[in-house]
């Protein structure tokens, strides 16, 4: 790169888009503009990680130094694909990097999946999280049953969330709402249904023991689906322990607590039955062909008034960005999809790996861009400003989110550490509100 400023955005101000940022900013001669469709940053550290994981949300403040960088801009309440177009950006900036995340829920593809009652985890976890796009959802918990498709973290998240008490719930930023609903829900049954054994769940060890450290919930696993103590003894450590929680969790009884957890492993949901919304769910018992589960033809069914499939989640396309449609992804090499234009994180790889995942990806890409893109007189920030006032769209700043920031923070009954703002409305309401005040 030459020692003309480099004008980049980045599309997306997830951890992907904060890492990648945060690489190319120590170079002075780098100008970053970092865009979102919300008028909040963070992606799914915001309205995806749990709301009883407060500590992982912390890393937001890592994120909020290289925001408040001097060659670093926020402009939220943007939409790239709808109020400014891909390519624009590519006219005004020397690099665009895509880091839109996989908002989109995975389709279950089986019958009766877009029965009323069937909910995927996309849209769950945004209501639980006072996302705006699903603030307004009305989900329907008046059911004694449960069922949660998938043995991922996300599964767990559901299942604890549905199961954890208001008192439980008292340190999170969880929305009132939900937490009302949840309270006020008959639910008894919650069964995590996994297509293959214990020894391929994508559960964490920690995550997996706190459903055995629940109030009024209880986990319980059949002793049946799990490797026996000789197989057991020679896993490598991290699956070890996988297996002597899921252990301890087939010693619990019932009876010990009023709700119950129920891991279920080797079933493959084949139909979700009911006429005006989900009544129940048919099951295909598998067994494993090397690490493929497959069919037995055993079937059986299992009551539910609610269905909540966490099996993974598609990038959204953007118009003029090739898209593969079977990977659920935009089409890259190694997070090029075009020239002066890349993606990095899960809009790259798909909806796999931690926050901690996309440090690397967006060190890589930063790495690519000061190799392969020669600035050359574009614009930058400054036409892009230009293009916004011309639309006349309101465009949320750094300073502005710090004060929406501020009011969520100051509207919360502690313990809870902040009250979310559910709407965009809410939310730059506050900002003016705030800034009138300032
Ligand atoms: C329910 C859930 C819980 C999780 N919990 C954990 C956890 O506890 N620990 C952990 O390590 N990992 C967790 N993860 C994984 C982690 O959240 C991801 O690895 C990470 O968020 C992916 O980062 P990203 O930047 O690619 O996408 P995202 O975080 O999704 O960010 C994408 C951003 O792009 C914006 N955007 C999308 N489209 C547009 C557009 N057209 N124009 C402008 N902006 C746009 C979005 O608003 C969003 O801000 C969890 C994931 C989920 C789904």
């Known amino acids: 790169m030459n020692s003309a400023n480099c004008h980049v955005a980045i599309v997306g101000t997830g951890p992907a888009g904060f890492y990648t940022a945060e690489a190319l900013a120590d170079n002075p001669a ?83 999946a877009d029965l009323p009652g069937v909910v995927g985890s996309a849209a769950f976890v945004g209501w639980y999280n006072s996302h705006p796009d699903f603030a307004d959802l009305d989900i329907d918990l008046d059911t004694a049953s449960v069922a949660v498709i998938g043995n991922g973290n996300v599964a767990l998240d559901v299942a604890r969330i549905l199961a954890k008490t208001p008192d439980e719930m008292a340190q999170s930023d969880i929305a009132p709402y939900a937490v009302e609903r949840i309270a006020r829900a008959p639910i008894r049954d919650i069964h995590i249904f996994g297509r293959r054994g214990p020894l391929q769940a994508h559960f964490t060890p920690k995550e997996l023991g706190e459903m055995g450290e629940l109030e009024r919930a209880v986990p319980l696993v059949d002793p049946q689906q799990l490797p026996d103590e000789e197989e057991e003894a020679t896993l490598e450590p991290a699956r070890r322990k996988i297996i002597s ?116 990806d967006g060190a890589a890409i930063a790495a690519r861009i000061c190799e392969e893109v020669t600035p050359s007189g574009r614009e930058g920030g400054a036409g892009l400003d230009r293009l916004i006032a011309a639309r006349g769209l309101e465009v949320v700043r750094f300073s502005d989110w710090q004060r929406i920031d501020a009011a969520e923070c100051a509207a919360a009954t502690p313990p809870h550490p902040r009250l979310k703002f559910a709407h965009i409305t809410d939310m730059l309401e506050a900002a003016r509100e705030k800034r009138l005040a300032d």
């Open 245 to 360: 929680i899921l252990r301890d969790f087939s010693r619990n009884r019932p009876d010990d607590k009023p709700l119950h957890v129920h891991f279920r492993f080797f079933a493959q949901p084949v139909e979700i039955m009911g006429s005006e919304r989900v009544c129940c769910m048919r099951l295909e018992h598998t067994r494993l062909e090397g690490e493929r589960a497959v069919g037995t033809g055993r079937f059986f069914e299992v009551p539910c008034g609610l269905v909540i499939p966490c099996i993974g989640y598609r990038t959204s396309p953007i118009p003029g960005v090739p898209y593969d449609e079977r990977a659920g992804r935009f089409v890259n090499e190694e997070g090029l999809i075009g020239e002066r234009l890349y993606c990095v994180g899960w809009a790259r790889r798909g909806p796999t790996g931690t926050i901690g995942t996309n440090r690397p």
């Open 30 to 112: 780098v100008r970053i503009d970092m865009i979102d469709r919300l008028p909040t940053p963070y992606g799914l550290i915001r309205g995806g990680v749990a709301p009883d994981h407060q500590s992982i949300k912390a890393v937001a403040r890592r994120y909020e130094k290289t925001a408040l960088r001097k060659n670093v801009r926020f402009l939220g309440n943007l939409t790239v694909g709808c109020d400014v177009g891909i390519e624009e950006l590519l006219a005004l900036y020397d690099a665009v990097v895509l880091a839109t995340g996989a908002p989109e829920d995975r389709p279950l593809g089986i019958p009766g």
